[in-house]
């Protein structure tokens, strides 16, 4: 899974197959992401295809998930991620399912964080908010109101 992106918004075609899918994913990467033509040759994909089961009737698209062959191809991708701020496009990591479950564990700190005006960075499965790491259970009592005389570090200013 470490070598793995999941696109998200790229809309698909009917009776996609896996080379069809993984010419979407170069079209979107010179189109989107503004990769040089050069630059795409040279990715290699182990394979790429979309996301779950296709449903009747469904219009919202599936993800796609890409898996490439060099992770520093992945790096190339994901640092022009911030080529798709302001579409309805999204890049993302793909992992295991118990850091997906920690990730939404964090999302409520993370998102109540960010509205507050702090600098936070959910990095896997650890929260980082101005620069401080907070694990679960300091998120647990944070979110909770807890008033232990050990209490973990708060958002408050």
């Known amino acids: 899974m470490r070598d793995n992106i999941i696109i998200h918004g790229l809309p698909e075609e009917p009776k996609e197959t896996y080379q069809t899918t993984e010419n979407i994913v170069k079209s979107f990467l010179k189109s989107n992401l503004k990769l040089e033509d050069s630059a795409i040759r040279h990715i290699q994909f182990a394979r ?7 449903r009747e009737g469904e219009s919202r698209s599936r993800p796609i ?5 060099d992770p520093r191809h992945k ?13 309805k496009l999204a ?20 998102f109540e964080a960010r509205s507050a005006g702090k600098k936070v960075r959910l990095s896997k499965d650890k929260l980082y908010i101005e620069g401080t790491l907070y694990r679960n259970s300091q998120i647990t009592y944070w979110l909770t109101g807890g008033n232990s005389a050990h209490a973990a570090p708060t958002l408050q200013s």
């Open 91 to 110: 890049l993302s990591n793909q992992f295991p399912p118990e850091v997906m479950r920690r990730r939404k564990l964090l999302q409520p700190a993370f």
């Open 48 to 54: 790429a295809h979309r996301l779950g089961p296709q």
């Open 65 to 69: 998930v890409a898996k490439l062959l």
């Open 75 to 87: 790096s190339m991708i994901m640092g022009n991620a911030k080529q798709l701020k302001g579409s």
